[in-house]
Every structure is written in C-alpha cells, then in structure tokens.
C-alpha cells in the first residue's frame, strides 16, 4: 500500500510528487500524461527562475526533477476514489491502487461553445490547443474564441504563422494580462472584436467560416481555423459524489488543501484556489504533499 497516490501529472501533481519523495513517502503518480495545460503554453514568461521557458520544456523539467526523487509513474486514467478503513482505493480503467492518502491534481479541460458546426469540424478546422495546431494553419485566416490569457496566447502564437486573426471576445474589452494585450492590440494582423460572440461555425469537408452576432447583426467571417479558447472545465467528475464541489464543479479546499473528505487533498486547476497560473499550481501542489505527510504523521500517533 502507498502512503500517498497523487491523481495527475501537470505542475501541481509533479511539484507534490517531489515534496512527497523529500519527505520519503512511499508516492505513486497516476496520470493519463505528463504536464497537463501546462505543456501546451507556448510562451511561458511569468515562472520564477526563467524569463522564458516554453510549457514543453518545463514540464520536462518537472519530470526530470520527480524521477530524480525516484517517483513512481503510471500512465493511466482513474475513474474512481472508493473510501476504506482509513485508507483508499484508486480504480483506474485498468486496475485499482490503494494509499493512506489521495492529492487529487486533474487539472481542467477546454470549455466548448456548444455550437452549431463545432461537433462537426472537431479536427477539421476547429481546435482547442494552439499549441498543437497552429502550424497547420501556416498562411491562412483564423479566429480566435476567447479574450482572456488563453486566447491571447494562441492569438500571440498564430501572430506568427497565420495571414490574418480574427479575436473575438462576448465582453466589452480583452482580459488577460496587460503585456499579452499589448502585444495583441498592436499587431496588424489581429482584428479584435468585442461584445461579439460566435452563434455557428460553417464550412463542408473542413471549416470556411463562422457567423458572428455582433450588435443584433450577424455578420459571416471568412476563415479556415476556429480556436476556441474560452476557459476550461475541472476533471472533477470521478469524485463528484466523493467530495465537496462548488458550483463550478470545482473541488473545495481550504488554505492546507484539505477536501471535505480526511485524508483527501486537492491542488491546481481543479480547486476552488483562484487565479490558474502554472506557479499558483506548483505552490498548491507542494502544500497538499506536506498537508498529506502531515495527517500521516497526526494518524500515526493516534
């Protein structure tokens, strides 16, 4: 039996995994992969220590430094929490670990438009993941879905490889941080359209436009690549009757990341934590591994 099973391998699974092992726990990470959104940033320039680093690179480095503690890997997908004596049982798709104590750090997943057209030209023009599908959009005009830090930073990626970016945000201005902004409203090559929204995406093998409302018009854009970055979703469902959530299917946490259920913690995007930033992720995930040696601790002396 582990003391600790850590669900997820993105900045906070990986940075609780290191202070775990410090702590010589005897640790398994469970994760479908390694790095989480984390390793689809392009442009990470906010994490302590480098001035520029890709989310490639540094979630290579998070593994690097986890499997230099001699932290145990399992690539698969749990779909349960089962509570025994005092203790847990992981079931993934493919069997079930058992542990003293859970840290659950799934992360989030993209939020869909739900849309007519999105379904239907998933792959074919649509995408959630600039990182992974920009280079296939090399010359040709695009929207992007979202005015917040995830549209800017595909924005800020297809400012390199795509003719023309159509950025359209449902509010009144960009959000995001002020130095994305900048970058984007500067560029001649973005159209920003706020107070818009996206009511269809159109095309026949592979997208050829979108319909936007705008102002009680409806106005049709010509582009080839739709990227929808409109927030994400936390991977919180195999536990939705497990623990507390909140009403954005958020895991509620308190300040040591303690979960309405002893011996459960939680960390990252999935928490109730406010502001999901990679180094918000990593400081969270390291107080959940010291939360969880120290219940351990306290279980032992009574």
């Not at 092992?21 to 906010?46: F, H, P, T």
Request: with cysteine; proline share 2%.
């Amino acid at each position: 039996m582990y003391e600790l099973i850590i669900i997820g391998a993105g900045p906070a699974g990986i940075t609780a995994s290191i202070y775990a092992a410090r702590k010589r726990m005897r640790v398994l990470v469970i994760a479908k992969d390694i790095g989480g959104q984390a390793a689809l940033s392009s442009d990470v320039e906010n994490y302590t220590g480098y001035q520029y680093i890709t989310g490639a690179e540094l979630t290579r480095k998070f593994e690097e430094h986890a499997r230099e503690f001699g932290v145990e890997f399992v690539q698969e997908e749990v779909v349960g929490i089962e509570r025994a004596d005092g203790w847990f049982r992981v079931k993934t798709r493919e069997g079930t670990y058992e542990s003293r104590t859970v840290i659950i750090a799934t992360g989030a997943r993209p939020r869909k438009l739900n849309v007519p057209g999105e379904e239907e030209f998933k792959n074919r023009g649509v995408t959630y993941c600039a990182t992974c599908d920009a280079p296939l959009f090399a010359g040709r005009d695009v929207a992007v879905v979202g005015g917040g830090n995830s549209g800017l930073d595909a924005t800020l990626q297809l400012m390199r490889i795509a003719n023309r970016i159509y950025l359209i945000e449902a509010g009144p201005r960009l959000r995001g941080d002020e130095i994305m902004r900048e970058k984007v409203e500067r560029s001649d090559k973005v159209t920003v359209l706020t107070n818009a929204r996206v009511v269809e995406i159109v095309g026949d093998r592979f997208v050829t436009g979108i319909v936007v409302e705008r102002d009680g018009k409806r106005e049709r854009l010509q582009v080839q690549g739709v990227f929808i970055e409109i927030g994400y979703i936390p991977n919180s469902d195999f536990v939705a009757g497990l623990v507390r959530l909140n009403e954005r299917g958020e895991i509620i946490v308190d300040d040591r990341c303690r979960t309405s259920v002893d011996g459960i913690f939680a960390s990252g995007d999935v928490t109730s934590v406010p502001y999901k930033q990679i180094i918000v992720s990593a400081g969270e995930g390291a107080k959940a591994a010291l939360s969880a040696h120290e219940y351990l601790q306290r279980m032992r002396q009574t």
